[in-house]
C-alpha cells in the first residue's frame, strides 16, 4: 500500500462547478499536510498548507481529518485556470522526509 | 529574486554514460531536496540535506545514484553510470525551516533526462 494514496482523476468539471478531492495517508505519525498544484510540464508548486482546524484560501478550503488519516480540498466556483493536477502531500516525523500522492488530475471545461 | 536554478534543462545521453544535475537553491534557504518523477511513480523523493548535510538518502535507487552540497548554494545529483529507466525529470527544491510554523518548498523548473 502507498503511504500517500489519491484518486488519479480525471475530474471533468464545468465552470462554476464545486469539486473535491481526497487523499489518505497510512503513517498516524505524519506532522505536516500540503496540496500542491502542478501545470503539465510544469514544477509543483505550492498551493496551500492543511490544519487541523481546517483553513480556507479564497475559493479553496483545506481539510485534515487525523482520526480517519485523510485530508481533502474543497474548489469551489471552478475556474478554467484552476485545471491542473492536485498533489497531496505529507511530512512524517522526525525529519523533513516528504511524500507526495500520485496526484489528482482537474479538468475544467466552458 | 532568483528562484531554484537548476541545470541543464534538457539532458540526452547514451546508456553508460555519466550525467551530473547541478542545482543552486533560494538564497537563505537551509534545506535542500532532490526529487524525480516518472508517470509510473509520480514524484519520489531521492534525498535531502540540512545546511549541506545528507539528512536523509532513503530514497537514492541504487548506488549508481549520488548527490553533494559543498556549499551553501551549490547541489549535484550524478548518476554513473546512466540506464534508460533513469529516463526521468529530476527537480531540485529548496525550503527555509521555521520551528513551529508551516513551510513551502521551492520548485526549481526540473531537468528533463532521456538515456537512450
Known amino acids: 500500500r502507498k503511504e500517500v494514496e489519491q484518486d488519479p482523476g480525471p475530474f471533468n468539471v464545468p465552470e462554476g462547478a464545486t469539486v473535491a478531492f481526497n487523499c489518505t495517508y497510512s503513517n498516524s505519525a505524519s506532522q505536516s499536510f500540503f496540496w500542491y498544484r502542478q501545470d503539465c510540464r510544469k514544477e509543483p508548486k505550492l498551493l496551500m498548507s492543511?490544519?487541523?482546524s481546517g483553513n480556507e484560501d479564497g475559493r479553496f478550503t483545506a481539510q485534515l481529518n487525523r482520526a480517519s488519516q485523510y485530508i481533502s480540498l474543497l474548489i469551489r466556483d471552478s475556474k478554467l485556470s484552476d485545471s491542473a493536477t492536485y498533489l497531496c502531500v505529507v511530512i512524517n516525523t522526525g525529519g523533513f522526509k516528504t511524500i507526495f500522492g500520485a496526484g489528482t488530475r482537474l479538468f475544467v471545461k466552458a | 529574486d532568483a528562484g531554484v536554478i537548476q541545470s541543464p534543462r534538457h539532458e540526452v545521453t547514451e546508456m553508460g554514460q555519466e550525467v551530473t544535475l547541478r542545482c543552486k537553491p533560494i538564497s537563505g534557504h537551509d534545506y535542500l531536496f532532490w526529487y524525480r518523477q516518472t508517470m509510473m511513480r509520480g514524484l519520489e523523493l531521492l534525498i535531502y540535506?540540512?545546511?549541506?548535510?545528507?539528512?536523509?538518502d532513503s530514497g537514492m535507487p541504487e548506488d549508481r545514484f549520488s548527490a553533494k552540497m559543498p556549499n551553501a548554494s551549490f547541489s549535484t545529483l550524478k548518476i554513473q553510470p546512466s540506464e534508460p529507466r533513469d529516463s526521468a525529470v529530476y527537480f531540485c527544491?529548496?525550503?527555509?525551516?521555521?520551528?513551529?510554523?508551516?513551510?513551502?518548498?521551492?520548485f526549481g523548473p526540473g531537468t528533463r533526462l532521456t538515456v537512450t
Open positions: 527544491a529548496s525550503s527555509k525551516i521555521v520551528a513551529g510554523a508551516s513551510y513551502e518548498q521551492y
Open positions: 540535506f540540512n545546511n549541506n548535510v545528507p539528512i536523509d
Open positions: 492543511v490544519y487541523s
